[in-house]
């Protein structure tokens, strides 16, 4: 069972890395901890059950608690596949925003950081284009640059 564990926001690679040295050292029902990068102030933690999860996670520095609903798999997937397809876009890819604010806007990728999964943008279809930086799994890609020939 997967469950979403709140942490301090930015601070979800540390959390997980006191998990993981935590499990290293016992033999709790833990199976997986997940970080999701865009995913912040969350972890997600693969456990036996919500208990094993609640007591696993319990007095740990950034971790602030648990939701109790377990997560379905398939949601879990879907989260990671969308990290993995979004490391392909390139720029001048034309995207479209999945989530966020921006949700439904088509935009020009002007530049891509890879290492921090961003990428910024120009809307297209508004009056004043203006450059916007936002994370790489808010889009998907609905035109490849070599497509259009540029």
Known sequence: ????????????????????????????????????????????????????????????????????????????EKLIATKSTAQDISRNDIVEFTSGPFKGYKAKVLKVDELKSDITVELMDVVVPIPITTKMNTAKIIQRANAEGS
């Open 1 to 76: 069972m997967y469950f979403v564990v709140k942490v301090t926001s930015g601070q979800e690679n540390i959390a997980a890395n006191i998990l993981q040295s935590k499990l290293s050292k016992g033999d709790a029902p833990i199976y997986s901890i997940i970080v999701i990068e865009g995913l912040r102030g969350y972890i997600i933690v693969e456990a036996q059950d919500e208990l094993a999860c609640r007591n696993f996670i319990t007095k740990e520095r950034s971790i602030k608690g648990i939701i109790p609903k377990p997560m379905d798999p398939a949601d879990v």
